[in-house]
DNA sequence: GTGGTCTAGACCACC
DNA sequence: GTGGTCTAGACCACG
């Protein structure tokens, strides 16, 4: 349960949870099979509603990153090899496509863009 | 008012609409001391509320894009060289800081994140 | 609202009423850009509580079936032509997979089975 | 004890024991009078908890197809002539009422729902 | 013990 | 007014 949370970020906590739980899933530091932590430990680990919780482990099981099996817990789901590394890029790409739009419509170079994002990669 | 509202985006519109805005001015598009249609006008252009119109205004004014003058309009607001310049790098930063910070979670190499952001400008 | 729910029923409530709506849209019942009622408004009608209608109404958005835009309300998503049609039997073929196959495993012919659906399909 | 069971399904584990028997039976592959396993057996070669496999004989035991004889075991019950055959349809047509009704639902025509039970039926 | 569903009631941002 | 999120607390079926 390596998880963060931050109440002032604008994303609900929900989909924070669950983002963070797919990125160690796509990094490979939860392997096919492990067994999260039941809903309401995890809950009160994170200081959250069991709710809260529960709305995170859904949006991962839709995804297909778990398998939630009533009365034994949630499991992380196998997959082809393969298709983790691609759902990582897929992930990315999403998330990125919106930023580099904005950045071209703010009149960013290419050159200028690579720069950028170099700098901050570093932190 | 070279503006494209999309109601499927999880954005708010008044924040589409001012985003756009600024951006025409970072890229010098809309010059300092253009005025900008009466809240009215735009609301009927764009076909959206007036207190919309009115959001994105007020966004724009707080960020220093316009001055709103009681009677007059909005017009948008002068700069000292270099000033706009160095704006646009700022909001490039800060839209790109989360995401480029999610890629790395994702466990992608500053070169694979290169290869991405490169193929993504392309469009 | 054309619903009738069954606390009997072993489906869950919001998937009753979610399967209905679909059906709906699915027939044609309810056009593109059609708005449902709010929220409140269903549960009242239905007797249920708000959230039921909003897992309801979120599973809606997730098949794509409608479209949820805050402030404004929830409206049946437009599709391109033919696509319904699709979805109708793939739905439809989703659901009959599984009672072909036990069907098969009770050991009944295809004759069989097809005089069995005949009579079911009468009512 | 030929049962192939699936986690990932949303059947709970039980039931799909029960009808699987029930299927044998009434397909006469487990003739009247033939001896199921004890429940440790059945339950450690199934590799499902004791309490699974009992809640799946009870069931059985529920709906006439097996008689259990504290002290004995449990035994396929003998039907008088014809009764198999008939149990087998009532079975059918109950699994498949509410799915033909729900394709009903869905504007499928007689035809239309023939013909893709036609095609399910091949596999 | 587990997850799944349903309940009531609150606050928020957006329009 | 709308939908979106978060809260607490209950009951159920399953293993």
Redesign the interface.
Same mark, same amino acid.
């Given at each position: 349960m390596d998880i963060i949370i931050s109440t002032a970020s604008d994303e609900p906590i929900y989909r924070q949870i669950a &983002? &963070?739980i797919s990125?160690q899933i796509?990094? *490979?530091d939860l392997p096919a099979g492990f067994c999260l932590p039941p809903i309401r430990t995890a809950a009160k680990e994170l200081r959250v509603s069991i709710i809260t919780v529960k709305k995170a482990w859904e949006e991962l099981a839709?995804e297909g990153f778990i %398998?939630s099996?009533?009365g034994?817990g949630c499991f992380v789901a196998s997959h082809r090899p393969g298709r983790l590394d691609s759902m990582?890029?897929q992930?990315?790409?999403q998330?990125?496509?919106n %930023?580099?739009? $904005?950045?071209?419509?703010? *009149?960013?170079t290419?050159q200028? @863009?690579?720069e950028?994002? %170099?700098e @901050? $990669?570093e %932190?």
């Open positions: &983002q &963070q990125a796509l990094r *490979g839709r %398998d099996i009533v034994k990582r890029f992930k990315a790409r998330r990125l496509l %930023d580099i739009e $904005y950045c071209r419509s703010l *009149g960013l290419r200028e @863009l690579a950028l994002i %170099d @901050l $990669y %932190d």
